[in-house]
T-cell receptor, first 114, second 111 residues
Framework: DAGVTQSPTHLIKTRGQQVTLRCSPK?????VSWYQQALGQGPQFIFQ???????QRGNFPDRFSGHQFPNYSSELNVNALLLGDSALYLC?????????????FGNGTRLTVT | DAKTTQPPSMDCAEGRAANLPCNHS???????VYWYRQIHSQGPQYIIH???NNETNEMASLIITEDRKSSTLILPHATLRDTAVYYC????????????FGKGTKLSVKP
């Protein structure tokens, strides 16, 4: 039973470019959340997707957008990259219909903006 | 903002119990407490969660005080592989709410 998988594992981009990160949720999960983790900090919530719609959003600018596909996989897009966007981007999944179910995390994509 | 307060770091001897404290004095009656840990360069790993009763699983025990204002995660026999950052999280926004992480406690298990 595969857990949450993310691709790519590492990525280097230049300031001003755009990036797309991908996530496949754990089998049986239909809800995907994205987090950003800067070095030495705890993960910060970006947004959550369920039924292909953004359901909740954290305090992130519109440069951060996402998408969820019918197979529950998800993408995180970041436009006009800034040096400060360098971080570990984590995807997490859970089943929507199970109250208080824990989030299961992938191992993240390490994004470096130069 | 995170609703929890944890010490930034703790040490524990290998084979001894590790007791990690967490304060969540503003917790509401229907908000759950979750514990995760993160080993360097990996994603956070779920450990345990609870509402008001003590909980135990194969990884750890969670002790929640009667007033629910604090809790303790217990690793009964710490090993070197338990060295990690441990996050105590109160889930806000109801049963579909997301987890708001703080800075956690860096636990170092020493031989």
């Amino acid at each position: 039973d595969a857990g949450v998988t993310q691709s790519p594992t590492h990525l280097i981009k230049t300031r001003g470019q755009q990036v797309t990160l991908r996530c496949s949720p754990k089998s049986g999960h239909d809800t995907v959340s994205w987090y950003q983790q800067a070095l030495g900090q705890g993960p910060q919530f970006i947004f959550q997707y369920y039924e292909e719609e953004e359901r909740q959003r954290g305090n992130f600018p519109d440069r951060f957008s996402g998408h969820q596909f019918p197979n529950y996989s998800s993408e995180l897009n970041v436009n006009a990259l800034l040096l400060g966007d360098s971080a570990l981007y984590l995807c997490a999944s859970r089943p929507w219909g199970v109250s208080n179910s824990p989030l299961h995390f992938g191992n993240g994509t390490r994004l470096t903006v130069t | 903002d995170a609703k929890t307060t944890q010490p930034p770091s703790m040490d524990c001897a290998e084979g001894r119990a590790a007791n990690l404290p967490c304060n969540h004095s503003t917790i509401s009656g229907n908000e759950y407490v979750y514990w995760y840990r993160q080993i360097h360069s990996q994603g956070p790993q779920y450990i345990i969660h609870g509402l008001k009763n003590n909980e135990t699983n194969e990884m750890a025990s969670l002790i929640i005080t009667e007033d629910r204002k604090s809790s303790t995660l217990i690793l009964p026999h710490a090993t070197l592989r338990d060295t990690a950052v441990y996050y105590c999280i109160v889930r806000v926004g109801g049963s579909q709410g997301n987890l708001i992480f703080g800075k956690g406690t860096k636990l170092s298990v020493k031989p």
